[in-house]
């Protein structure tokens, strides 16, 4: 397998790009659109929310959705549209941020322990199927209870919770790369082991990230939601989806329900924005893979 940069890879793939394919491309854009909607309103939520998410107030308590408050307000008389503007910047915050730290903490590990091999690779691959086997929500509420609330905790909570899958991943495209004939043919010409790494292996293992990236991305939002939902995430100054809809839950015996419907919508259409864009680009990027 020669060296293929990651841009060219997949410009290769987009280059291909035809209405008759239409259906992954479909999934891929409309999974951007909605994740664009989404940044959209994390970055004006100042300028486009009417109101203070945390003011309390500014209506009447539990007033249904209408022509002033197009989502109701909720038992503090706060608006619930605010909060869902203010909500998205911090859901894609924490999102977006321990998919950073968890990708590049697990690429980089898993590029050393399946180049390194040894007893460094055994111990670390040890720690990370250990991280593995644990459900991902059940490790992210020990480390949420342990770390505390909290926008930093949390996100060290996701982070670690997604390092193994990207430490796996990698892992095992090195070690079936390493012994290829470009690698031998790159330490007979006297390459050093980080040249090697960082100039060969890496280019040739990244072509997968950004799909497994987008999927985690989903998971991520619905592990966030649920820490929140659970009193686990976010404090109650901070505008989240999750503790609106902990707040939400309560009230539906009361048939109060735009309380909870709104930031549950929210956070279903951001995990199915993640998941199309993730599954289109799986059967782009990778179409055999999807076949089998």
């Known amino acids: ?38 940044v959209f309103m994390a970055l004006f939520a100042s300028i486009i929310a009417p109101y203070d998410p945390n003011k309390i107030g500014v209506g009447g308590l539990y007033e249904s959705p209408n022509f002033k408050f ?8 706060r608006d619930i549209l605010s909060r869902i503007f203010y909500g998205s910047r911090t859901v894609l ?28 690779d055994t111990v670390l691959s040890l720690v990370m199927d250990s991280l593995y086997a644990l459900p991902g929500l059940i490790l992210a509420i020990a ?30 495209e090195v070690l079936s790369l390493k012994e290829n004939l470009f690698i031998e043919a790159a330490r007979a010409i006297g390459a050093k082991d980080k040249t090697i790494i960082f100039k060969y292996l890496f280019p040739n293992v990244i072509p997968s990230l950004p799909i497994v990236l987008s999927l985690n991305a989903a998971d991520a939002v619905l592990t ?44 279903v259409l951001l995990t199915l924005g993640f998941s199309l864009f993730g599954e289109g680009l799986t059967e782009i990027l990778n179409p055999r893979l999807t076949r089998r």
């Open 1 to 38: 397998m020669g060296k293929l940069s990651f841009p060219r890879f997949v410009a290769s793939k987009l280059r291909k790009f035809s209405p008759r394919r239409g259906v992954e491309y479909t999934f891929m854009f409309a999974g951007l659109i909605i994740i664009a909607v989404f």
């Open 70 to 77: 197009w989502m109701g307000t909720d038992g503090f008389g």
């Open 93 to 120: 915050l924490i999102t977006l941020l321990s998919m950073a730290l968890s990708s590049l903490c697990g690429v980089l590990l898993g590029l050393l322990s399946g180049y390194v091999g040894g007893k460094f």
């Open 143 to 172: 480390l949420a209870v342990m770390l505390g609330q909290g926008i930093i905790p949390v996100t060290a909570s996701l982070t670690v919770v997604y390092i193994p899958i990207y430490f796996r991943m990698i892992r095992g």
């Open 224 to 267: 966030l939601a649920a820490l929140s939902f659970l009193g686990l995430g976010l404090p109650a100054d901070i505008p989240d989806w999750g503790i609106d809809l902990r707040m939400g839950y309560g009230e539906l015996t009361s048939k109060i329900w735009w309380t909870g419907t709104f930031p549950g919508l929210m956070i």
